[in-house]
T-cell receptor, first 115, second 111 residues
Framework: ETGVTQTPRHLVMGMTNKKSLKCEQHLGHNAMYWYKQSAKKPLELMFVYNFKEQTENNSVPSRFSPECPNSSHLFLHLHTLQPEDSALYLC??????????????FGPGTRLLVL | QKEVEQNSGPLSVPEGAIASLNCTYSDRGSQSFFWYRQYSGKSPELIMFIYSNGDKEDGRFTAQLNKASQYVSLLIRDSQPSDSATYLCAVIPNTGNQFYFGTGTSLTVIP
């Protein structure tokens, strides 16, 4: 399998549920990202990991908890979400996080609906 | 002030015409600029990036960068219906290492 993969592709959850999103990249990259994409809004960067270390956390609510066990895998753990958290969650990866290495390649996304 | 601004459109052009998409950014020191295409229900895919002032051509696509005026544009020559998508501009400002995306411009190419 090539590129960036995400599972599940679609997820419906209640506000009291706990679920996890998974991202895996097969590009040999060192940096991975979580984005949120809502209708009519720009892509919002949530978290950045570089060599498994979290380098950015853009004031994301604690109900979103990232985990990066290695440079190829990234998880987003979800708990007690709100309906306004319904969105497309995109994972991306890049070679690094500076200069020309920052070209990011996106996974297909997880469409999340919180009821 | 938004970091990256794009006209949301929709922009409609006839098949075979040139589509022109524009993007302005606020950080004058920004160094890296990217254009992504996103089909409805799909994830963004990189079209091209540009770092230097001037034009960069790749097939039917040309990116134009003017740092003095703080804008970057994407021209699509000989537009095809398959080019119908939302085009996202992304900028890495001088202040950090993260992308800032515009809201995207919706393009429709009419057969």
């Amino acid at each position: 399998e090539t590129g960036v993969t995400q599972t599940p592709r679609h997820l419906v959850m209640g506000m009291t549920n706990k679920k996890s999103l998974k991202c895996e990249q097969h590009l040999g990259h060192n940096a991975m990202y979580w984005y949120k994409q809502s209708a009519k809004k720009p892509l919002e960067l949530m978290f950045v990991y570089n060599f498994k270390e979290q380098t950015e956390n853009n004031s994301v609510p604690s109900r979103f908890s990232p985990e990066c066990p290695n440079s190829s895998h990234l998880f987003l753990h979800l708990h007690t979400l709100q309906p306004e958290d319904s969105a497309l969650y995109l994972c991306a990866s890049s070679t690094g996080t500076s200069g020309v290495q920052e070209t990011q390649y996106f996974g297909p996304g997880t469409r999340l609906l919180v009821l | 002030q938004k970091e990256v601004e794009q006209n949301s459109g929709p922009l409609s052009v006839p098949e075979g015409a040139i589509a022109s998409l524009n993007c302005t950014y606020s950080d004058r020191g920004s160094q890296s600029f990217f254009w992504y295409r996103q089909y409805s229900g799909k994830s963004p895919e990189l079209i091209m990036f540009i770092y230097s002032n001037g034009d960069k051509e790749d097939g039917r696509f040309t990116a134009q960068l003017n740092k003095a005026s703080q804008y970057v544009s994407l021209l699509i020559r000989d537009s095809q219906p398959s080019d119908s998508a939302t085009y996202l501009c992304a900028v890495i400002p001088n202040t950090g290492n993260q992308f800032y995306f515009g809201t995207g411009t919706s393009l429709t190419v009419i057969p």
